[in-house]
């Protein structure tokens, strides 16, 4: 089983930053497992944001984030960040934390999600 919370969304100007962060508990096997980001706007399907594996350092960024947003991960306290920076109109959408179990080919344990608004 195994829980996410997700918070920090909110309302943003474009070029502001917001922090997001997510909550894991419930299982012993997030250390092993790889955490992403993933957001959805409306009308639109799901995209993939970020991701930190299990091996600390090894990160990986959607083309649209690279260069603004930053995944980090706190391998003991099972939590996850996502800091976004000079955010965009189009970075508007529910952001999803996520979990994807060692050798599995996907996610399989998602939060609730957050809203993140970015609009002048």
């Known amino acids: 089983q195994g829980w996410l919370v997700e918070s920090g969304g909110g309302s943003v100007q474009p070029g502001g930053s917001l922090r997001l962060s997510c909550a894991a508990s419930g299982r012993t096997t997030f250390s092993s497992s790889t955490m992403g980001w993933f957001r959805q706007a409306p009308g639109k399907e799901r995209e993939f944001v970020a991701a930190?594996?299990?091996?600390?350092?090894?990160?990986e960024y959607g083309d649209s984030v690279k260069g603004r947003f930053t995944i980090s991960r706190n391998y003991i306290e099972n939590t996850l960040t996502l800091q976004m920076n000079s955010l965009k109109p189009e970075d508007t959408a529910v952001y999803y934390c996520?979990?994807?179990?060692?050798?599995?080919?996907?996610?399989?344990?998602w939060g609730q999600g957050t809203q993140v608004t970015v609009s002048s």
């Open positions: 996520a979990v994807r179990p060692l050798r599995a080919l996907d996610y399989d344990l």
């Open positions: 930190a594996g299990r091996i600390f350092g090894t990160t």
